[in-house]
């Protein structure tokens, strides 16, 4: 079993920055990808980006150019670094976990707002 904490998130103006952070704990040594997913009201949830253990990254092309993903393996930790943030950014935005293929474990969620 693995367990996620979120932090970071809150509120800004457009074309500010936040970090998020995801730390995990228990059976961390079997997961391969983590990141983050958001969510919006009355909308699904989509993936935002993920890093695999190796340091592969993937972003939703909404997000290129603005957002960063990394990770410190040893701390079992991935950061989420977002610049250039729009209104359309606000959402909860969900830790991930995953051995393989789907997300295996979720974050409790992190609201962000971005809004002047």
């Known amino acids: 079993q693995v367990h996620l904490v979120e932090s970071g998130g809150g509120l800004v103006q457009p074309g500010g920055s936040l970090r998020l952070s995801c730390a995990a704990s228990?059976?961390?040594?079997?997961?391969?990808?983590m990141g983050w997913y958001r969510q919006a009201p009355g909308s699904q949830r989509d993936l935002v980006a993920g890093?695999?253990?190796?340091?592969?990254?993937n972003l939703a092309d909404a997000v290129k150019g603005r957002f960063t993903i990394s990770r410190d393996n040893a701390k079992n930790t991935v950061y989420l670094q977002m610049n250039g943030l729009k209104p359309e950014d606000t959402a909860v935005y969900y830790c991930?976990?995953?051995?393989?293929?789907?997300?295996?474990?979720w974050g409790q969620g992190t609201q962000v707002t971005v809004s002047s």
């Open positions: 991930f976990a995953e051995r393989k293929g789907a997300p295996d474990w």
């Open positions: 890093i695999t253990n190796a340091g592969s990254t």
């Open positions: 228990g059976s961390a040594n079997s997961i391969n990808v």
